[in-house]
């Protein structure tokens, strides 16, 4: 069935290091890659998203890359500060938009 | 934030017993989603919404059932817990499939023991 991959499981990085975090993905219809930020005790947020018209997307300190040939996106932290720290997960959705699938997640720490 | 709520957050329940989970919204979207959240699993999709009494299965639907009676409320049942279903449950809402993106409720930590 359909499968994300995540790597690495933890991320352990000093403040202003970048912090890069991989995901791929089995179905080759997946069109949407969203990325979503977990804090302790909360639901995800989404904090970057790319669909696959695109291979690039930054948002300040954030970016998401995506090769649709190899199947697999990435999460790119820059200047990463204290409040980083916390769990990501990457996700790849079909048409339809209704099955979202999701990676294991990373748990990031970032050593002030 | 999305007005998105859960309750109960926190529950204890033995095994064999019903446990209902419910899911309110106030962002009037059409699609509504539980998940639950294991360590080293992610989130897995359990069952979705896509309309009031629109409900279809997820990937790890067995021993769960869903019903959506009114657009702001989806319900999650356990008919008779185990303790494999010991586990966070979130739910998330959406507006649209051509909008993708998702909105997640706080929680519920339930406990089966």
């Known amino acids: 069935g359909e499968n994300v991959e995540q790597h690495p499981s933890t991320l352990s990085v000093q403040e202003g290091d970048s912090a890069v975090i991989k995901c791929t993905y089995s179905d080759s219809a997946s069109n949407y890659f969203p990325w979503y930020k977990q804090e302790l005790g909360k639901g995800p947020q989404l904090i970057i998203d790319?669909?696959?018209?695109?291979g690039e997307k930054k948002d300040q300190r954030i970016a998401v890359t995506l090769n649709k040939t190899a199947k697999h996106f990435s999460l790119h932290i820059t200047e990463t500060q204290p409040e980083d720290s916390a769990v990501y997960f990457c996700a790849a959705m079909g048409t339809g938009g209704f099955k979202t699938i999701f990676g294991a997640g990373t748990r990031l720490f970032v050593k002030a | 934030d999305a007005g998105i709520t859960q309750s109960p957050r926190h529950k204890v329940t033995e095994t064999g017993t019903p446990v209902t989970l419910r899911c309110h919204q106030t962002?009037?979207?059409?699609?509504m989603y539980w998940y639950r959240q294991d360590p080293g699993h992610g989130l897995r999709l359990i069952h979705y919404s896509y309309g009031v009494k629109d409900t279809d299965k997820g990937e790890v639907s067995d021993g769960y059932s869903v019903s959506r009676s009114k657009t702001e409320d989806f319900l999650l049942t356990l008919e008779s817990a185990t303790s494999s279903q010991t586990s966070v449950y979130f739910c998330?809402?959406?507006?649209?499939?051509?909008?993708?993106?998702?909105?997640f409720g706080p929680g519920t930590r339930l406990t089966v023991t």
């Open positions: 790319i669909r696959s018209n695109v």
């Open positions: 998330a809402i959406s507006e649209d499939p051509g909008v993708y993106e998702q909105y």
């Open positions: 962002e009037n979207h059409r699609y």
